[in-house]
Nanobody
């Protein structure tokens, strides 16, 4: 069992930056692929970014490519999402998730086994 706790959300003006963190419990964090997802009010959850267990493979949604950076520190059991050049359409609850089974990183949230409680990101125009 893995518990995930996100932090770092908040209110920021358009063009600003935020860094989200996701701290994981358990000794097997370093073997999990990790992903970030978001859900805006009235919309379905969408994939944002994912990183392989070793950090060597990364994938981004087109909507955030070039603005967001996912990274991880396995020694600290933490995955990060650096968000720059934020836009009002980035406003959402952001969730981190852990995938313990897939051999490759995946964008389908249904493939992820553990989820955090989410952190709110609000970007004002």
């Amino acid at each position: 069992q893995v518990q995930l706790v996100e932090s770092g959300g908040g209110l920021v003006q358009a063009g600003g930056s935020l860094r989200l963190s996701c701290a994981a419990s358990g000794r097997t964090f370093s073997s999990y692929n990790m992903g970030w997802f978001r859900q805006a009010p009235g919309k379905e959850r969408e994939f944002v970014a994912a990183i392989s267990w070793h950090g060597g493979r990364i994938y981004y949604a087109d909507s955030v490519k070039g603005r967001f950076t996912i990274s991880r520190d396995n020694a600290k059991n933490t995955v990060y999402l650096q968000m720059n050049s934020l836009k009002p359409e980035d406003t959402a609850v952001y969730y981190c998730a852990a995938d313990r089974r897939s051999a490759v990183i995946v964008t389908d949230g249904g493939r992820y086994d553990y989820w955090g409680q989410g952190t709110q990101v609000t970007v004002s125009s």
